[in-house]
């Protein structure tokens, strides 16, 4: 097992801090690292992966900054980037063959772990084809497959499902989950079903700083009863969409059935249900904004 530290680190281009002095300890587990587009999560993780060097503060492996330990923290790393590049004129099969080959691993290995990964991510049967005609689902598929090539110890994911269709989704978090037994599993996302059922522990960044973290049912906990249903006439809709954050509207024979994200009873009738991640990010996300957190 590993023990990745990161302790005070932040990041900053210019007068902009990308990332704000955030500290983390991680180890064997998925961690599922929340946040809208721009949030900080990719600076965060090229930090991690040593692309980029941390402004101030330290990344810790074992104990050791992992810019001292080279190429064996880079052989413990698996890594898929949001922008993934490769080259179309290659086929999945030189595709993998090339990447083993950068990550210095033994033919032999190379060709049984290949194999393994084309079945694992669905691509057996296309692994002749060249990677120009694949979809952007596929792509992301061989993506994931090239980051799990050297069978990483450490593997950070950054919109990994990017692409996929349902089905693709359910069977990559399969995957992660199992995956998350014994090694450190980073997956960044926005989409917040991605990480709900296989997340160990939850991280919410809101403009480069780390706002919350935990388990569901800690952060589910801290919250407290945030989440009300009611159903209104559909011409106060609008009224109290302005008012309330509302993160689902169902028409009804009746009027409108709403789901109101609020610390406090909107409305005489509303009635008080459990909160979802989802719920209590967009309620987490929305108080940062307001300078409640």
Aim: proline content about 3%; charged content about 30%.
């Amino acid at each position: 097992m590993h023990r990745l530290e990161l302790i005070g680190v932040e990041k900053e281009y210019g007068e902009k801090t990308a990332v704000h002095a955030t500290s983390l300890c991680l180890e064997d587990g998925v961690y599922g690292l929340l946040g809208e587009n721009g949030a900080g999560k990719t600076t965060l993780m090229r930090m991690i992966c040593g692309i980029l060097k941390p402004t101030r503060g330290a990344i810790r492996c074992d104990r050791i900054e992992i810019g001292q330990m080279g190429k064996i923290y880079r052989g413990m790393l698996g890594y898929l980037p949001q922008e993934f590049g490769y080259y179309k004129e290659f086929t999945a099969l030189r595709f993998l063959r090339y990447m083993a080959a950068l990550k210095a691993m033994p033919e032999e290995a190379a060709e049984k772990r290949i194999n393994d990964l084309m079945e694992l991510t669905g691509l057996e049967s296309v692994r002749k084809q060249k990677l120009k005609t694949f979809s952007g689902g596929m792509i992301r598929r061989i993506g994931i497959a090239q980051a799990l090539l050297n069978n990483p110890e450490i593997l950070i994911l950054d919109e990994p499902t990017a692409g996929l269709d349902p089905n693709e989704r359910v069977r990559f978090r399969n995957l992660i989950s199992s995956l998350g037994k014994n090694r450190i599993v980073l997956l960044s996302t926005h989409i917040v079903s991605d990480v709900d059922y296989i997340a160990d522990e939850i991280m919410i960044m809101k403009q480069g700083r780390m706002i919350r973290r935990g388990t569901q049912r800690q952060l589910s906990d801290s919250v407290g009863q945030i989440v009300w249903n009611c159903t209104v006439s559909e011409k106060d809709v609008k009224d109290i969409s302005e008012r309330y954050v509302v993160s689902n509207i169902k028409n009804r024979e009746n009027g409108a059935e709403l789901r109101i994200i609020s610390r406090t009873k909107p409305m005489p009738d509303a009635y008080p249900t459990d909160a979802t991640l989802e719920d209590i990010y967009l309620y987490l996300t929305r108080k940062e904004e307001e300078g409640e957190v």
